[in-house]
């Protein structure tokens, strides 16, 4: 585990924000180490170098999303979205099949089951989505953390109905990799973006299926998708890879060139160390609003901080140098490594005037 001063240097090593940066649940910063692999693939592109290093680059990204995730990386594929991953997982449903969702949850883990147009999908409110599951429900679909107000799933509650009633369980963790504990072994199927918490570039999200793979098709396989992918270039693929590597695909390589630096540093610095530090910043956030007289969407434990009726604010604290979003007319505010109590404290007195 890392002591805060390790944690604190470590941090102002790798980010030097040119502003108050309160909005990694859309998009996290970059570490410095990150930008340099970044910028080397790209030259080893231009020089026309081999690119042998930047496929190694995606297997240690696998192996590193597995440990967070607390699985083996044969369970891990490698892809573009979240939205393409639940597009998988609604292909295997059969027709008819129920699929419980919660209201309002981010689209990517919703739309695919509606475009399908033979399931029925039932939305209910967060609270209610574990009481909610029954008989015939084939499947529960849900944010582990909500994007729009950082409400935190009760999953243990819904794990557990899920297995009364002989449902799958498929939880989206882009709100919450990098600074909430994963247990991906306790659910069916888990996918996650890179891009936010877990502070690497755009372009990569990971599935984590079960070794048995779940029922599921890879209908989205290509040569990647191949037990020996160099020799399945052309015509079908006739041995699929024995593991989740079928889920795979295309790579995105200057992606994962620099995510695998993003992962080496959030396991350098430790989620738990993590999670205490970003949960303290957004608790403070939530103890000043209400000196304020301002009362967030009610989401404890959470890193993120939704206040209703203040997301017309965002541009003017945007002018000011303070990067939040307005997500449904809610100030949105999400705190990780790169942020302090002074960062808090700034965008408090903003609020005050």
């Not at 859309?26 to 290093?53: C, D, I, K, M, Q």
């Not at 209908?219 to 270039?233: F, R």
């Not at 160390?273 to 304020?292: E, I, P």
Request: proline share 6%; glycine share 8%.
């Amino acid at each position: 585990m890392e002591t805060t001063e390790t944690f604190e240097s470590l941090v102002r090593a790798e980010f030097t924000p040119k502003s108050t940066y309160l909005n990694t649940a859309s998009n996290g910063l970059l570490p410095a180490r990150t930008v340099a692999a970044l910028h080397e693939a790209a030259l080893l592109r231009a020089e026309g170098r081999p690119l042998t290093p930047l496929y190694e680059d995606v297997e240690a990204c696998r192996a590193a999303y597995a440990r967070l995730a607390g699985v083996p990386a044969t369970r891990v594929a490698v892809g573009a979205s979240v939205a393409a991953h639940t597009g998988v997982i609604a292909a295997s449903l059969p027709a008819g099949a129920e699929v419980l969702t919660a209201e309002d949850d981010f689209t990517s883990v919703l739309n695919p089951f509606h475009v399908r147009g033979d399931l029925k999908v039932r939305s209910v409110p967060l609270e209610r989505v574990a009481e909610s599951v029954r008989p015939g429900t084939a499947l529960v679909a849900v944010s582990a953390a909500q994007s729009a107000d950082g409400r935190i799933a009760d999953l243990p509650a819904l794990r557990e109905a899920a297995r009364a009633h002989g449902a799958r369980t498929y939880v989206d963790f882009s709100q919450a990799a990098g600074w909430l504990p994963m247990d991906a072994d306790a659910y069916d199927f888990t996918a996650s973006v890179a891009f936010k918490w877990l502070l690497g570039p755009h372009g990569a999200a990971f599935l984590v299926v079960p070794e048995d793979f779940g029922g599921l098709t890879p209908v989205l396989a290509g040569w990647v998708a191949a037990e020996v992918p160099w020799d399945s270039c052309y015509g079908p693929v006739t041995e699929l890879a024995h593991s989740a590597r079928r889920f795979d695909l295309t790579h995105a390589l200057f992606t994962c060139a620099g995510l695998r630096r993003s992962l080496d540093l959030v396991e350098e610095l430790g989620v738990a160390a993590v999670h205490a530090h970003d949960v303290a910043l957004a608790d403070r956030f939530r103890a000043g609003l209400a000196t304020l007289g301002h009362e967030p969407v009610p989401a404890p434990g959470s890193a993120i901080v939704s206040v209703p009726g203040l997301g017309g604010r965002q541009p003017e604290l945007s002018r000011a140098g303070i990067e939040i979003s307005n997500r449904a007319g809610n100030l949105r505010a999400a705190f990780h490594v790169y942020n302090t109590a002074a960062d808090v404290d700034r965008l408090l007195d903003a609020l005050t005037g």
